[in-house]
């Protein structure tokens, strides 16, 4: 894979760096641009490069003692990957224990991205609880993603439809290591639920020290084959003509290493209207929830049926 295409792209003093590809480039206190390090093969820019590009502007504007805790998104217009991406930041509030920062990611001078990120200095508080984390296979029990796209090539009852769009998300080169947890065989894949697992990771190294900057790779990560959750059910049925993101929510409630595996828990409540919702959440390995995750997409469909008659 080569290192311009990864979230490590490049090497320099400190060693790979996880965080490369969300690195923006301050052109004032206000105003920074982005790059592109990964550009799916929609040619479209990838959402979550957005969400965490907006969000390395926003933390830049807050002092070192305070975190972001949640962030809202609305995709406004598709990002065009032959420009750069101007995200412009507003101080809406600075608070003694809260901020929140508005941001505006701008193309073609047109807003294409709008976000309110919030942030919170470090509060203990004796009032606590979450959900209990699955029980699932460690990682390295688990098939990579190549791997498991290989088994599925090496069975003869995989019909060749199937087999060519296999052979086209094993081309793709992408920033992020996954591993499914319970990968369906090729006889369950029409009927399954709207939901899934996997263990995800950064590729490269981020460290220790910058808890900011593992929110934003999170905030990256966290858009990686979300709302295809929403698809599972239905995509031996209907053949998926357009699917984009139209917002993004995040809460953050513990420090965590995006470079370290994280399950993520992902689940489809409801699709309907053109529309897909999807939530999610991130474990760290030792059973704490770090992230919890909501999306909402179009999805426009047809029949595969009709697809044949065509």
């Known amino acids: 894979m080569s290192p311009q295409h990864t979230l490590a792209a490049g090497h320099d003093h400190a060693g790979d760096r ?31 490069q957005i969400v965490g590009q907006a969000l390395v502007a926003a933390a830049k504007s807050v002092t070192e003692d305070v975190h972001v805790h949640s962030l809202h998104c609305y995709f406004v217009r598709a990002g065009d990957p032959k420009v750069p991406v101007l995200y412009q930041v507003e101080r809406t509030r600075t608070g003694a ?66 087999r060519v769009g296999l052979n086209r998300i094993a081309a793709r080169e992408v920033p992020i290591e996954i591993k499914l947890v319970n990968p ?44 295809g959750t929403a698809l599972l ?20 409630h513990a420090p965590f290493r995006a470079d370290h595996w994280m399950l993520y828990e992902c689940e489809s409540p409801w699709a309907g209207g053109s529309r897909g919702l999807v939530h999610g959440r991130l474990w760290r390995r030792d059973g704490v929830l770090a992230v919890t995750c909501a999306q909402e997409g179009v999805i426009r469909s047809k029949p595969r049926v009709l697809e044949s008659k065509l």
């Open 18 to 48: 996880g965080d490369r590809g969300l690195r923006s480039i301050p052109l004032s206190s206000s105003l920074h641009r982005g790059r592109h390090y990964w550009v799916p093969t929609t040619q479209r820019l990838f959402g979550g």
């Open 233 to 252: 059910p239905h995509q031996f049925k209907y053949k998926v003509n357009f699917m984009v993101s139209l917002d993004h929510s995040m809460w953050f």
């Open 97 to 162: 224990s809260f901020s929140v920062r508005s941001v505006k990611a701008v193309q073609h001078g047109k807003a294409i991205f709008i976000c309110q990120a919030s942030f919170q200095q470090m509060q203990p508080s004796p009032l606590q609880h979450q959900f209990s984390m699955p029980v699932v296979p460690p990682p390295e029990e688990l098939l990579d993603h190549q791997a498991l796209i290989d088994q599925y090539l090496r069975d003869p009852n995989l019909q060749d439809k199937y």
């Open 184 to 227: 369906p065989t090729l006889n369950q894949l029409q009927t399954l639920e709207p939901k899934q697992m996997f263990w995800v990771r950064a590729q490269g190294y981020i460290g220790e020290g910058d808890i900011k900057m593992h929110c934003c790779v999170a905030a990256y990560i966290s858009d990686y084959a979300f709302l």
